[in-house]
């Protein structure tokens, strides 16, 4: 008998994910933590979100760990994380395609004004607004792996001018694409519209700072949907506050759920939504999943594996 495939999330009670490797694996030895793990000793297989630190250290038989985001920076905040146990993290069109849709919604909202519409409407004020033609709103991606690239390229598609940036240098056709520091300077410098969707590593903790938010044209529009850890809060308070970003919609912050008394709640020039923005979704997440048990089981090199050095 295959080993156990455990469930380590709180976020839902595992159920619709049992079905879909049932429907892909047939029966199988399911365990969730809320009806209780039993044997750990037993547990080949972990799928995890934001597991409980030290735990996945004592299923001492564990061959693989799944993370159910595409982000792992949850397991890597482990520091006792077991070594040599592959992590494979979920690739999904599906919330590939939702990712896209939550930056090109914010963006068009923003480009097109709807929220000073929404207050004249209000004020039953009949006062078109000055507008920005689309080939002169340039957008920015940071981060260009798969949702990156697919934003950038949907971006491009819209008539927007579309750039990238990235730790090492890409190409993409279509897509203007800066690389490291230097390239990160000059990235944003052309940026009306800043896309984060990068991973959040040692290396993209607090990058947006005072310093990345006054380099960006004044006027700019932020839209995270990527980690709230990549944001210094204060310093994208004051820029907002200053005038010199137009605005904010923010999806990922420094604490979840975003503490009751935070200023982002009410403030006037930010919209937020509980980290929603690509939502895991077991009927479209399952397929790469059961694939990867298949080719773990059958002793086959796995896919969508996880550098722990890069953090992606
Ligand atoms: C969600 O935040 C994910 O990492 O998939």
Known sequence: MAGAIAYISRDTDGVAWRKQLEAGLGQIDYRTIADGLGNTDEIEVALAWKPKPGLLATFKNMKMIVSLGMGVDHLLADDKLPEGVPITRIMDDGLVGQMSEYAIYWALRHHRDIDKYAAS??????????????????????????????????????????????????????????????GFRKFLARTDILVDVLPLTRDTKGLLN?????????????????????????????????????????DVFNTEPL???????????????????????????SSSVIENIKRLRAGQPLINRVDPKTGY
């Open 121 to 182: 409407q209000r004020a039953k004020a009949w006062k078109p607004e000055e507008f920005v033609d689309s080939i002169h709103r340039r957008i920015g991606v940071m981060g260009l792996g798969t949702i990156g690239q697919d934003t950038a390229k949907k971006f491009a598609a819209l008539g927007f001018p579309a750039a990238g940036w990235s730790r090492t240098a890409k190409t993409i056709a279509g897509i203007e694409t800066f690389h490291g520091a230097d």
């Open 210 to 250: 005072a310093q990345a938010f006054a380099t960006l044209p004044k006027g700019a529009y932020f839209i995270n949907m990527a980690r709230g850890g990549h944001v210094v809060d204060a310093d994208l308070l004051t820029a907002l506050d200053s005038g010199h970003l137009s605005g904010a919609a923010l």
């Open 259 to 285: 503490p009751a008394d935070h200023p982002y709640w009410t403030h006037p020039k930010v919209h937020v939504t509980p980290h929603i923005a690509g939502a895991t979704n077991p009927r479209t997440a």
